[in-house]
């Protein structure tokens, strides 16, 4: 996976802000900065795969396009939702939640899809 880029948002962001300086004592503040900076750890991970995922769909895109495939698989969308859910169950999160998120990148992707499709058609 790709490491992330040193530009000026990574640089700028400081991982001790907190609206509860000076409210608590210092060894909670240290203790929720070292939690907070495992989460965004994790939060700069899922953007990186984001990022690889949205790659490959774009790939299926243009496969799709050339090939003049629907930007929609519904079959595939409910069977990634089945299996996502079953996965979230597995893993002690909320599959109503697992089941919003990915509904929220299949629309994406579908969308992108779509872009492609028409920009490969006026091609």
């Known amino acids: 996976m ?9 640089q700028s962001f400081d991982p001790h802000a907190s ?9 909670v503040l240290e203790e929720l900065y070292a939690i907070r900076g ?19 769909t774009q790939r299926v895109g243009i496969l799709k396009a050339k090939h003049q495939l629907p930007p929609s ?10 299996r996502l859910r079953t996965l979230a169950h597995e893993a002690h999160l ?6 919003k998120f990915l509904n929220f990148v299949i629309s994406e992707v579908i969308r992108h899809h779509q872009n492609i499709s028409d920009s490969h058609n006026n091609a």
């Open 38 to 56: 495992s989460i965004d750890n994790f939060d700069a991970q899922l953007v990186f795969l984001l990022a690889e995922r949205f790659k490959a």
């Open 2 to 10: 790709n490491e992330p880029k040193n530009t000026e948002t990574t």
């Open 19 to 27: 609206s509860l300086q000076g409210e608590v004592k210092n060894e």
């Open 73 to 82: 698989d519904p079959n595939r969308e409910k069977a990634q939702i089945e």
């Open 94 to 99: 909320d599959p109503e939640f697992a089941e």
